[in-house]
């Protein structure tokens, strides 16, 4: 059965993941660093607490994704929305920050499930329009991020965080409805799922395409959560831009990378992945090369919306680039392990910011993100040069 174009089974588990990633950064901002302080954590603790679920998908990413190759994919996408939705209520009994790490901990396992084997399970739906299916779930994830503060936010003028959690954790039982009517087809190649770990991680490190994708999506987490982590202390402080211009930076950003990511998707399907892939690398990196030379909000606005549509013209298509090279026997292995290093991404470029901010300005530091970026396309340009020749 398909609607609009597509296999139902699209809609269900895109409406699930829309659900669980908007309940799930609910819990996040601007709930838990607030969260956190009312227990009496310090600075460094609230960012300990903020951050501690990335390591979760860093390290268990890969084996869930294994184990859905194994096993189908529905079964633990059930298992992951059994632990979005049990997991908030228990934030009422924590009373020290030491226990809201912990939980954080065992929280982050939701997503480290969840993100690997949904993308799998979208994946091998079939070749056809599969980038362009790629970049509809990922809408999923982004309207998540748009909404959830402003929901949160308003949750708590009226409640306490506690209890705000306790509603985080009625609504994500909302997303058992579509994912039990999907559907768990048996797959060809399910009689190799009994490969053990160390055998699957071998097969993926051993695959071309996840060395280049994994290459190119690191590039791209480490350059924008650089960005990310330091433009507010910038724009604030250093070029006196006010705060409501910070977020809706961030705003634009976000709502333009998930408006573009469908045409991404289609782009990739019809043009190849290698085109639309090098086209969103070099909007980014003269996106991220002008954020230090703006002067005004509207300027500012014009740069986050270039980092929009670079990552709406990449993402869709390395993960299509990703999923057509990839043997299905290890496809949910693979998605983990890419996951992986999309989280480690996302924690080297902050830290490496850090450093950098240590000894050179903010420019400096915009500059050096858009040459990293420009020197990953240029050596993605060359290999995609290189294997055209070889074939």
């Known amino acids: 059965m398909r609607l609009l174009g597509f296999p139902v089974d699209l809609w269900r588990i895109t409406g ?11 819990g996040k901002t601007p709930l838990l660093p607030l969260y956190a302080a009312a227990l009496g954590a310090s600075d460094l603790m609230i960012g300990q607490v903020v951050a501690i679920s990335t390591l979760t998908g860093l390290l268990l990413k890969p084996l869930f994704g294994l184990l859905s190759d194994r096993s189908g994919r529905r079964v633990w996408l059930l298992v992951s929305l059994g632990l979005f939705a049990f997991t908030p209520f228990l934030y009422r009994f924590v009373e020290t920050p030491e226990q809201l790490f912990a939980l954080r901990l065992f929280h982050g396992t939701a997503t480290a499930i969840f993100g690997p084997v949904g993308l799998a399970y979208v994946a091998e739906m079939g070749t056809e329009r599969r980038a362009e299916r790629l970049g509809l779930f990922g809408m999923a994830r982004i309207g998540g991020s748009l909404l ?17 959690f306790t509603i985080i954790g009625f ?25 053990d770990l160390a055998e699957a991680v071998r097969a993926v490190m051993a695959s071309r395409a996840f060395r280049l994708v994994a290459a190119l999506e690191m590039a791209v ?9 330091f433009l507010p202390i ?30 991404g998707g289609r782009l990739a399907d019809r043009l190849g992945c290698e085109a639309p892939i090098m086209a969103g690398f070099l909007v980014l990196a ?23 549509v670079g990552l709406g013209l990449i993402l869709p298509a ?21 996951g992986a290093l999309r989280n480690l991404g996302k924690v080297v470029g902050p830290v490496a910011a850090g450093v950098i901010l240590a000894h050179a300005s903010y420019s400096m530091l915009f500059s050096l993100c858009a040459l990293f970026i420009l020197a990953t396309v240029s050596a993605f340009a060359a290999i995609t040069l290189y294997r055209r020749r070889l074939a």
């Open 16 to 26: 699930a993941d829309f659900i669980v990633r908007t309940t799930y950064q609910m």
């Open 148 to 164: 959830a503060p402003i929901i949160a936010a308003l949750l708590l003028i009226r409640f306490p965080p506690e209890q705000v």
């Open 171 to 195: 609504a994500s039982c909302l997303a058992f409805l579509p994912v039990i009517g999907m559907a768990d087809k048996p797959m060809a190649t399910r009689q190799h799922f009994g490969t």
């Open 221 to 229: 987490y480490i350059a924008t959560y650089a960005i990310k982590a």
């Open 234 to 263: 910038y724009a604030l402080k250093a070029a006196g831009f006010d705060l409501l211009e910070v977020g809706v930076f961030f705003s634009a950003q976000e709502l333009v990378h998930l408006l573009t990511r469908p045409f």
């Open 286 to 308: 003269a996106s991220l090369m002008a954020l230090g030379h703006v002067e005004s909000g509207f300027l500012l606005v014009m740069v986050a919306a270039g980092i929009g």
């Open 318 to 338: 390395t993960l299509s680039l990703f999923s057509t090279e990839m043997p299905a026997a290890n496809l949910g292995a693979g998605m983990g392990a890419l």
